[in-house]
């Protein structure tokens, strides 16, 4: 017979009464609340497991008590249907949004979209062409130029440095400088 769910005020009673049981007296009251038999023998998973569903069986499992919440946390809550209205001089004035191109990633003295860059390597003339996002060399697109340096040498170079731009780093010492 299973006992009858313990009252929150009754719960240290029952854990301290089913702590007191041995691990096979455990496992059948497992049974008892669980329908079904365990195969631990873990004494302090035992009494947690049982503690725990005799209050399941109490108060209702926890999609059940979670359902109660939501639903008074719906009754408190203010929902809107529709977003809130902007005044008309914010809709139309200096503050609105506009959506425009940005590239944060390259410094002003990089070259532009459209530019070519040009580089004689060991005889050979390389050209380079910077397209908005990444690097156009013999036909096919690369993220960097360091990607492109070390394709053409066989070694780590960096883009930059490889193809004579000014950096912005050595920008930045020129500045700290003067």
Not at 77 to 102: W, Y
Not at 122 to 139: C, M, N, S, T
């Amino acid at each position: 017979m299973i006992p009858p769910p313990p009252t929150p005020d009754e719960i240290p009673a029952t854990v301290k009464a089913l702590g007191r049981l041995t691990v096979p007296e455990l496992k059948q009251r497992y049974a008892e609340v669980f329908g079904e038999p365990t195969r631990t023998n873990h004494k302090q998973y035992l009494v947690k497991r049982i503690v725990w569903r005799m209050q399941a069986l109490r108060e209702g499992g926890l999609s059940e008590r979670a359902r109660r919440r939501a639903l008074e946390l719906a009754d408190d809550a203010e929902i809107r249907l529709s977003a809130p209205r902007l005044p008309d001089a914010a809709a139309n004035g200096p503050g609105r949004t506009v959506a425009a191109a940005f590239d944060a990633g390259r410094p002003d003295s990089f070259p532009k979209p459209g530019a070519v860059i040009r580089r004689e390597y060991k005889g050979r003339a390389i050209v380079v062409r910077v397209l908005p996002r990444g690097f156009e060399y013999e036909g096919e697109v690369y993220r960097s130029l360091t990607a492109i340096a070390q394709k053409i040498t066989g070694a780590h170079w960096n883009g930059v440095s490889f193809f004579g731009l000014p950096s912005a780093r050595g920008k930045k010492k020129a500045e700290a400088g003067a």
